[in-house]
């Protein structure tokens, strides 16, 4: 297991390396490495409170680990200010798991993909036709960027949401359970569209779910996190043929609703 490097070799868009992240005096992360390359998707599993969202959250430079070190195209992301900083953070995005939390109630759907066009430095005059563009390309009828989030359903807003991340052009997009709050239709159809938006756009993905049914649809790579520490790593197809450990067994057949290996 070469939990730092990519399957590629290539250098590492992102790059996480041994790192620790305590609250309150309790480890939430005990020396996780990982690495995600341009163009692929890292798929991140493991139950509920195993450190994904602080893993995600140190990733986007959200938090500063307490040991270790966070690299994304070679810098710290904590640390990312002024111009070059905002231009770097335009390249690492970021999709929530409740994107009724995560978008201003008072701004339309259109609104909230314009704000980030305006920090990516689109013209105002091209901004309509930017977010109308973005709206097509997730799926979304360009008509619906009038409406108001309370106006749209779980499926739209989480493709709001992808729209907003690619407004600005990403590399990288940390994805957060990002279809944990859809019912199964929907989801696949998310996933479909991340899946398509990948191939026409080279963007990577960190994608996060406790479900290994969900990561397996698209991730190319899978970690098992368990308890704050990197459980198993492998190409996907390899962890859902042959998983080394119970916990990943037993994820699985959470996922499958049977047993994994006949
Ligand atoms: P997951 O996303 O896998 O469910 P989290 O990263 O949210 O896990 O949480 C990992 C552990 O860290 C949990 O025990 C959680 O309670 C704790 N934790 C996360 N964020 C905070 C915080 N801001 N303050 C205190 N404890 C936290
Ligand atoms: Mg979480």
């Given at each position: 297991?070469?939990?730092?490097?990519?399957?590629?070799?290539?250098?590492?868009?992102?790059?996480?390396?041994?790192v620790t992240k305590n609250f309150r005096g309790r480890p939430?992360?005990?020396?996780?490495?990982?690495a995600v390359a341009a163009g692929e998707t890292l798929g991140l599993v493991g139950e509920s409170g195993s450190g994904k969202s602080t893993?995600?959250?140190l990733a986007l430079g959200l938090l500063a680990p307490d040991a270790g070190t966070v690299r994304f195209a070679g810098q710290d992301p904590y640390r990312l200010r002024g111009?070059?900083?905002?231009s770097l953070r335009a390249r690492l995005q970021f999709?929530?798991?409740?994107?009724?939390?995560?978008?201003?109630?008072?701004l339309r759907a259109g609104e909230a993909v314009a704000f980030a066009l305006r920090l990516?430095?689109?013209?105002?005059?091209?901004r309509p036709e930017a977010v109308a563009a973005l709206f097509r390309q997730v799926g979304l009828e360009p008509g619906l960027a009038r409406r108001f989030p309370r106006e749209l359903s779980g499926g739209q807003l989480q493709r709001v949401a992808v729209a907003r991340a690619l407004a600005t052009g990403p590399d990288l997009v940390v994805c957060d359970e990002p279809t944990s709050a859809l019912d199964r239709t929907v989801q696949a159809r998310l996933l479909d569209l991340l899946t398509g938006l990948q191939e026409s756009t080279g963007v990577a993905y960190l994608f996060i779910s406790h479900d290994l049914a969900v990561v397996r649809?698209?991730?190319?790579?899978?970690?098992?996190?368990?308890?704050?520490?990197?459980?198993?790593e492998g190409p996907a197809a390899e962890l859902w043929e042959a998983?080394?450990?119970?916990?990943?067994?037993?994820?699985?057949e959470a996922a499958t609703g049977g047993p994994a290996t006949p």
């Open positions: 297991m070469t939990p730092s490097t990519t399957a590629s070799g290539s250098t590492p868009l992102l790059q996480v390396d041994k939430a992360l005990q020396e996780v490495s990982l893993l995600a959250r111009r070059t900083g905002r999709v929530p798991q409740h994107p009724r939390g995560s978008l201003n109630p008072a990516h430095g689109t013209p105002r005059r091209e649809h698209l991730a190319h790579r899978v970690l098992v996190l368990r308890r704050g520490r990197v459980l198993e998983p080394a450990h119970p916990y990943t067994r037993a994820l699985l």
